[in-house]
């Protein structure tokens, strides 16, 4: 037990490194930055190289030179992407940040491929501090206690800044009250730089202190930023206190995890270590539920009620009724039209599929003024409701299963059963997302995403584990590429008629008044909570649609369909679109999946591609797709 809690103390430490540079950046910028491990896997990536290259010359010294080197180039990375780049965001909303700040995880990744290769690349030991403490019986590497060290240092020292200096009152002032701040004379501008630069150097420093621990991989930016988020958010955001009480509870709680091994409880045996791929989010999970603004954290101020509406919702006009009917009908006819690219038919059914999940974000973030990281959640639910429905139904109604004829109401059937299981999972998540806000609110749905994939992803029995489920191809006039489409069709036209009968209706009104006033639709008697909860359910149930037809549209299910980036998938798609028409987010769909399938063929840095039109969306149209048509129709009016 102590060997493994002084492993999960140096783990720990690590851990709070990282996640004190994200907790600076918070705290004074509001931004949540999403390319805080990207900026960790530079750091790693940079220590190893210097090190192959300073070892040989400085001999121990150049160890420490070259995570000293790493950290300060990192550091020079953030202030120049701050310059450049979130300088030009800061009145912006906190998910057009978010998306920039995802922009930049797929451009440096692609950039670190370019630069390094996709091979993984291992960093050296460090000189003198190979041994292990008490051999035979902790086992306990000597660099983790140097870690342990390093984390408090680092606290002592940025305690000690803030609190003694005057930079470190400006930084302290701005974290508390921005506003104040800025009216006493704090110079915004440079504050911002030097501390997104310190956070940026902070995460450097972190990632190229893992040489000796594990290699530099592509897929250590998105391993690690997820957990930066859970300590930062835990600890409550911009508290470096909380940074550090957050870091050593997960450090000491998955320590524990592994030491206990397996427990019996009630007469049921539990897997403690399979716990550690989740135990962050469940704390999470715990802790917002019970103090919704973190252990440190303040909360937030209640919203004021806005003078214009936010995101209008315009009525349905003529010309919009024809367009939609001419978008069906030309949708109808496609297999006729293109008769000669059957491929067409496969990309038009991933856009509809995408649409509908888009669609059921957009219910979230335009009408109801929530933000969602995790909403794949509700589409991996979706999508394993309907495959493991898919035996039963087979058994009734001969079917979706790999034998039997096909039919359209086993085909129902399935996708009925995701959704029904997506919006159970939407009641029990929403009641407990709601009663926090803002980025609160998100990262709960982001830790129920994780805690939903972790199940999928140990489940073997029922799940399939990380296999997955595979063998639901649809049968019958369902199994040709037209069959199958127009089925898709169907069920995409009914989910977006419906979706914009509801939104019209008197419950859209309402919905959008809990948005922009709460508290004045309290003062009116609305029931806020409910409206919003009946919302989340709606949207989580149209979301596990979009998944019971990923299962048939692509054969199998697979844990990754409830991983972070399908949720960032979402968020860019309906963005992209637009938050200002019901149209948006089947724009940002259409545009998003034809574009990555084109830049995917087309190049090996497909993801740069991708990243740089973000940022030029972000930057150039904020309003999305549809906002920028409806500023030039106005231009044109005028």
Known sequence: MLAQLLNGLASASSLFLLSLGLTLIFGVSR??????????????????????????????????????????????????????????????????????????????????????????????????????????TLNLPVYDLLLMATGLVVLGLVQWIMAATRWGLQLRAATEDREMALAVGVDERRLFTQVFALG???????????????????????????????VTVVGGMGSVTGAF????????????????????????????????????????????????????????????????????????????????????????????????????????????????????????????????????AFLGLGAYGAALAAPWVAQALPGLASTGPGGLASALLCVAAGMLLAWAGAAVYGF?????????????????????????????????????????????????????????LGVACAGGLLLRHVLHAPFGLTLRMTRDAPLRAESLGLPVFAVRWTAFMAAGALAGVAG??????????????????????????TLLG?????????????????????????TEYWRAAIGVAMLAMVMLAPGGLTGLGRRRARAEVA
Not at 46 to 63: H, K, M, R, Y
Not at 462 to 476: E, I, Y
């Open 31 to 136: 931004v949540v930055n999403f390319a805080h491990g990207s900026l960790a896997m530079l750091g790693l990536y940079l220590g190893v190289s210097l090190a192959g290259t300073l070892i040989p010359l400085l001999g121990a010294l150049g160890f420490w030179a070259a995570v000293a080197g790493a950290a300060l180039a990192v550091a020079v990375v953030g202030a120049l992407v701050e310059r450049g780049l979130l300088r030009r965001l800061y009145g912006s909303p906190e998910l057009f940040q978010l998306v920039a700040t995802f922009a930049l995880v797929l451009i440096i990744r692609d950039a670190t491929l370019a630069i390094w290769g996709a091979d993984d690349r291992l960093g050296p030991k460090a000189p003198g501090l190979t041994g292990v403490l008490a051999p035979g």
């Open 200 to 230: 940026a150097g902070l995460a450097g420093l972190a990632g190229a202190l893992q040489m000796p621990r594990e290699p530099a991989a592509l897929t250590y930016d998105l391993q690690v930023v997820a957990e930066a988020f859970v």
């Open 245 to 376: 009480v957050a870091a050593m509870m997960i450090g000491i709680v998955k320590a524990a995890c592994v030491a206990l091994g397996t427990i019996e409880v009630a007469g049921v045996e539990l897997v403690l270590p399979k716990l550690t791929l989740v135990i962050e989010f469940l704390l999470m999970a715990v802790v917002l539920a019970v103090r919704p603004w973190g252990l440190f954290g303040r909360p937030a101020a209640p919203a004021r009620a806005a003078r214009t509406e936010m995101h209008p919702l315009p009525p349905p006009t003529r010309r919009g009724n024809g367009l939609l009917a001419l978008a069906v009908a030309v949708l109808v006819a496609l297999p006729w039209l293109a008769a000669d690219m059957p491929y067409l038919l496969v990309l038009a059914v991933d856009v509809l599929i995408a649409g509908l999940f888009a669609a059921s974000l957009y219910v979230l973030m335009g009408p109801g003024g929530m933000h969602s990281f995790g909403h794949a």
């Open 432 to 488: 407990v997302v709601l009663r926090a806000a803002g980025v609160y609110a998100a990262m709960l749905t982001l830790a129920f995403a994780q805690i939903t994939w972790s199940v999928a992803f140990q489940w073997d029995a029922v799940t399939g584990g990380s296999n997955g489920l595979f063998g639901f191809w649809p049968q019958g006039w369902l199994s040709t590429r037209e069959g199958y489409y127009w089925f898709v």
């Open 548 to 573: 019971g037809l990923t299962v048939f549209a692509k054969g199998s299910v697979a844990p990754d369909l409830l991983a972070i980036p399908r949720s960032v998938d979402a968020l860019v798609m």
């Open 578 to 602: 637009g938050l200002q028409s019901l149209a948006g987010p089947w724009v940002g769909a259409l545009v998003y999946t034809v574009g990555q399938d084109f830049l995917a063929r087309a």
